[in-house]
T-cell receptor, first 113, second 113 residues
Framework: GQQLNQSPQSMFIQEGEDVSMNCTSS?????WLWYKQEPGEGPVLLIA?????ELTSNGRLTAQFGITRKDSFLNISASIPSDVGIYFC?????????????FGQGTTLQVKP | DTGVSQDPRHKITKRGQNVTFRCDPI?????LYWYRQTLGQGPEFLTY????????KSRLLSDRFSAERPKGSFSTLEIQRTEQGDSAMYLC???????????FGSGTRLTVV
């Protein structure tokens, strides 16, 4: 079945550093989504990607839809303490026409001030 | 509209008891989803409503679980005869049509003791 693998599993960085994380799959996706989840809260949508090769920014965040359609990347520039959280990639489950999503296992980001 | 609301935020229950959670979606959203999230994992799909019709249920949703969305507005998720393995965060999300970038609520954290 469809699965999403995220790496790295966790990152501990210094404030001001740039961050890069990725998400890969053995299946093709036509949509990639990146969510951020803070402790005790639900995931919040950061960026949605709809076309292979697409590069989309949201402030200091930039995400790319891989040209093979089997991967996506999220970069955070000049990290700040409030970037702390778990970042999930997600893609549509094509087993039905319901709009349900499959999520990766997440990349946990810790930022040291 | 303040987004997707879930109630309660936290629930501690004894094994064997029944629990019910409520979700109020964004008012103009016709699709409503329930997901379950355990520690260290991404959200996993449980069930989905389009208006008042429950259109898909995951195999994760045993016969102890039931969900309703009367009149296509709020939804409830009931777990009967809770087990320790039911301890998780239960997330509700809503969307307008088949829009994958849906909005999550803050979740209900269930602890079964």
């Amino acid at each position: 079945g469809q699965q999403l693998n995220q790496s790295p599993q966790s990152m501990f960085i210094q404030e001001g550093e740039d961050v890069s994380m990725n998400c890969t799959s053995s299946s093709i996706f036509n949509t990639w989504l990146w969510y951020k989840q803070e402790p005790g809260e639900g995931p919040v949508l950061l960026i949605a990607l709809y076309k292979a090769g697409e590069l989309t920014s949201n402030g200091r965040l930039t995400a790319q839809f891989g040209i093979t359609r089997k991967d996506s990347f999220l970069n955070i520039s000049a990290s700040i303490p409030s970037d702390v959280g778990i970042y999930f990639c997600a893609g549509p489950d094509y087993s039905g026409n319901t709009g349900k999503l499959i999520f990766g296992q997440g990349t946990t980001l810790q930022v040291k001030p | 509209d303040t987004g997707v609301s879930q109630d309660p935020r936290h629930k501690i229950t004894k094994r064997g008891q029944n629990v019910t959670f409520r979700c109020d979606p964004i008012s103009e959203h016709n699709r409503l989803y329930w997901y379950r999230q355990t520690l260290g994992q991404g959200p996993e799909f449980l069930t989905y409503f389009q208006n008042e019709a429950q259109l898909e249920k995951s195999r994760l949703l045993s016969d102890r679980f039931s969900a309703e969305r009367p009149k296509g507005s709020f939804s409830t998720l009931e777990i009967q005869r809770t087990e320790q393995g039911d301890s998780a965060m239960y997330l509700c999300a809503s969307s307008a049509g088949q829009n994958y970038g849906y909005t999550f609520g803050s979740g209900t954290r269930l602890t079964v003791v």
